[in-house]
């Protein structure tokens, strides 16, 4: 009888458990076939990081989107985990990073000669740095100074002191690129790495955005961290700005830039360009 259960037992999970193994095992070999073309494979979709004080946006955050043959748009959520897995991102953060290069070269010229480009670096890029050991000669090649682009990192590096990660945050730095911390007060940095790291910029994670009312925890957080970034020397960046009231209160608290779908869902560079001429205010 226990026989007969376990098998019961087996074929209940089974045909689950395959299938979310099959669809990931041909995602992963779909994004193998991505990498051969990776311009026509992957899109980056911009979002304004927008000053809170002026309503001006000289910065943005390069989302990737993944344009999959049959399934349409797949957002990042769902293939970097893979593609990390497989290291298969450092090819694809290299195309990140040389796409937004020169995205940012063409904003620099039509919109902002400091137009800075922010893009998201995987832990996996970071112990592997082959390929952004060059991002510093491309930049050159391309005639911009580092300080186009802006590299965003998550709390959970910093805590792996084996790698190297003061020295090849410097190598970002030495280039003249910033580096911010995305996420921020989701994981267990403490105030110590943002010293140690030289970290430029906080971006404040969504989720305490999304909490913020007059006199809430979440505005005494957001005010707390607000004030400590500032007394280091550090900007700081809302993620997750949805409502104009989340708005107010964070420009009150001295919060410097914000980014949320008020301003703008992330969108295509095409359509970004009517929003470089917007003000927000
Ligand atoms: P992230 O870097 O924290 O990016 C912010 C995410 O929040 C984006 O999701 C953005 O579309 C979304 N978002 C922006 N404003 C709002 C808002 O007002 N409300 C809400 N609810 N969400 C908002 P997305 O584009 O799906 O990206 C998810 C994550 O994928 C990113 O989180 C980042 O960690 C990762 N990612 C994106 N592009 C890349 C990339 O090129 N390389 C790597 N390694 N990771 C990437
Ligand atoms: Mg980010
Ligand atoms: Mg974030
Ligand atoms: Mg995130």
Redesign the pocket.
Known sequence: AAKHQGRNRCSYYAPFMQEAVQTRMRLANDLRSALSALNDSFR??Y?PIVDLATGTTHKA?????WQHPTRGLI???EF?PI??ETQM?LE??DW?FRDAARQAARWRLSHHAAFQIS????PV?IHNMANARNWPDYLQTLGLPGQSIVV?I?EGLLLDASIGVTEKLRAFHEAGMEVSL??FGTGYSSLCYLKKFNIDNI?I??SF??NLAPDSDGMVLCEAMIAMAHKLGLKVIA????TPEQRELLAAAGCDYG????FS??VPAEDFEALLNRQFK
């Open positions: 980056l979709f979002q955050e390069a989302l990737i989107r957002h990042p959520m970097i593609a990390e991102i694809i953060g990140v893009i998201n670096v995987s890029q965003e998550t995305d996420d971006k994670d969504q955005v999304r993620e997750g700005v949805e980014q949320g779908y008020l869902i992330p």
